[in-house]
Every structure is written in structure tokens, then in C-alpha cells.
């Protein structure tokens, strides 16, 4: 079994900057994708950033050129630098990965989620 736990999140002003660190733990063959969704209230969940393990990053095209999403395979850690924040990116955070086992399935993992607010 796998558990990805974020750390970061919080309160900050607009035009500031934040990170966010998710880490998988537990038995892990190979991690194909890890990456962020956010779900703001009334709004449907959506990608935010998701890197391959090959290092190719999609963004959200509200996010391009404002955050950068960066996979440590090694460490089994995926790190979000935001910066540039808008009142728009306030949403919860949730790291997301997917995690190919040994037998050659995937399945995919959630943390826990964490706050991001971003005050105009």
C-alpha cells in the first residue's frame, strides 16, 4: 500500500509565493506520473500540474508560467513552487500519483489535500 502526505499550504497574499511537497510512502515499484489537482468550493476538481517520471510536466493553462511542478524519483517526492499567486488559485491541493506495481498494473494514490488561500 501507498501514502502520499503533503506538507505546505496556508494563507498567503496575493502576488506571494508558496510550495507545496507531497512524498509517497510505502512499497513502490515505479512511479509513472505525480502531480497536483486543486478543487476550489462549487468547482469541479482539475489539474493543476502532473510530471512523468521521464520529467515532461503538464500545467494548467491558468498556471503556466506561475507555478512549477518538479519530480524527485529518487525520493518519491513531487515539489510545487506557486508564485505570482491569485485569488483564483485558492483551492484545496491534493497530490496525486501513479504508481506502477511489480506486476505491471498501475493504480493511482490521493493525499489528503491541502488548503491554498490566496487573499485579494
Known amino acids: 500500500q501507498v501514502q502520499l502526505v503533503e506538507s505546505g499550504g496556508g494563507l498567503v497574499q496575493v502576488g506571494g509565493s508558496l510550495s507545496l511537497s507531497c512524498s509517497a510512502s510505502?512499497?513502490?515499484?515505479?512511479?509513472?506520473?505525480m502531480g497536483w489537482y486543486r478543487q476550489a468550493p462549487g468547482k469541479q476538481r482539475e489539474l493543476v500540474a502532473h510530471t512523468t517520471r521521464g520529467g515532461s510536466t503538464d500545467y494548467a493553462d491558468s498556471v503556466k508560467g506561475r507555478f512549477t511542478n518538479s519530480l524527485d524519483y529518487a525520493r518519491n517526492t513531487v515539489h510545487l513552487q506557486m508564485s505570482s499567486l491569485k485569488p483564483e488559485d485558492t483551492a484545496v491541493y491534493s497530490c496525486?500519483?501513479?504508481?506502477?506495481?511489480?506486476?505491471?498494473?498501475?493504480?493511482?494514490?490521493w493525499g489528503q489535500g491541502t488548503q491554498v488561500t490566496v487573499s485579494s
Open positions: 496525486h500519483a501513479l504508481i506502477e506495481n511489480r506486476d505491471g498494473t498501475v493504480d493511482d494514490y
Open positions: 510505502g512499497i513502490i515499484f515505479n512511479i509513472n506520473d
